[in-house]
């Protein structure tokens, strides 16, 4: 059994969705049922100290050096955005963004918090 999933890829990873794609790229894909977010960067490519930002299903499941969303089993009909590391955050998500769970205890457990960068 086979699911179909939506990946838009932006910024410099846009290049392992088809060759010449500049800013981004989207792909409808099919994988094997049970295929997890790390399957799916496997299969397109991208290597692990290019990927920055995801979402799945719009909700914020990793940040760049916090990719904790890699064991996320991936269901049919979902949409995946992967952002290069050096891509901008999304405006539309800067605020109030909705965050997977397994991202919210990685944040929670960082004495940090995952903000490296603050104005003072």
């Known amino acids: 059994m086979a699911i179909r999933i939506e990946a838009w890829l932006y910024g410099p990873i846009a290049r392992y969705a088809k060759e010449g794609a500049e800013g981004y790229a989207r792909l409808d894909l099919e994988l094997p049922a ?3 977010l790390a399957d799916l960067v496997r299969q397109l490519g991208i290597p ?3 990927r920055g930002i995801t979402f799945i299903n719009g909700n914020l499941a990793a940040l760049p050096g916090m990719n904790v ?3 996320t089993v991936l ?3 979902d949409r ?3 952002f290069h590391r050096r891509s901008m955050w999304p405006f539309q998500y ?3 963004a909705a965050v997977r769970p397994e991202l919210q205890e990685a944040l929670r457990r960082r004495e940090d918090g995952g903000i490296r960068h603050s104005y003072k």
């Open 80 to 82: 995946v955005g992967l």
């Open 69 to 71: 969303d890699h064991k």
């Open 34 to 36: 049970g295929s997890t």
């Open 94 to 96: 800067r605020f109030g």
């Open 75 to 77: 269901q049919d009909g």
């Open 48 to 50: 692990a100290e290019e």
